[in-house]
Nanobody, 116 residues
Framework: QVQLVESGGGLVQPGGSLTLSCVAS????????MGWYRQAPGKQRELITA???????NYADSVKGRFTISRDNVKNMMYLQMNNLKPEDTAVYYC??????????WGQGTQVTVSS
C-alpha cells in the first residue's frame, strides 16, 4: 500500500520561502511521474507542478518562476521549494502521482499559510 507523507508547511510572511518535503512508502519516485497539488479554502485541489520519470517538469502559471520541484533519488524524497510566497498560495499542499494513480490515497497534506 502506498503511503504519502508531506511536511514542511507553516506560517510565513508574504515574500517568504518554504520548502516542503514528501516521503513515500511503497513507491520509488524516480519510477513514477509525480506532482505537487494544493487545495485552498473553498477551492478544488489543483495540480501546481509535476515531474515525469525522466525529469521533465511543468508548472502551473500561478507558481511558475517562484516554485521549484525536485527529487532526491537516493533518499527517495520529493521537494517543493517555494519562494516569494503570496497570500494566494495559502493552501494545504499534497504530493501524489501526476497523473493521479487511483490506488494511491492522499496523504494528510501540509498547511501553508502566507500572511503578515
Amino acid at each position: 500500500q502506498v503511503q504519502l507523507v508531506e511536511s514542511g508547511g507553516g506560517l510565513v510572511q508574504p515574500g517568504g520561502s518554504l520548502t516542503l518535503s514528501c516521503v513515500a512508502s511503497g513507491i520509488i519516485f524516480s519510477n513514477n511521474p509525480m506532482g505537487w497539488y494544493r487545495q485552498a479554502p473553498g477551492k478544488q485541489r489543483e495540480l501546481i507542478t509535476a515531474m515525469s520519470k525522466d525529469g521533465v517538469i511543468n508548472y502551473a502559471d500561478s507558481v511558475k518562476g517562484r516554485f521549484t520541484i525536485s527529487r532526491d533519488n537516493v533518499k527517495n524524497m520529493m521537494y517543493l521549494q517555494m519562494n516569494n510566497l503570496k497570500p494566494e498560495d495559502t493552501a494545504v499542499y499534497y504530493c501524489n502521482g501526476a497523473p493521479l494513480i487511483r490506488a494511491w490515497k492522499w496523504g494528510q497534506g501540509t498547511q501553508v499559510t502566507v500572511s503578515s
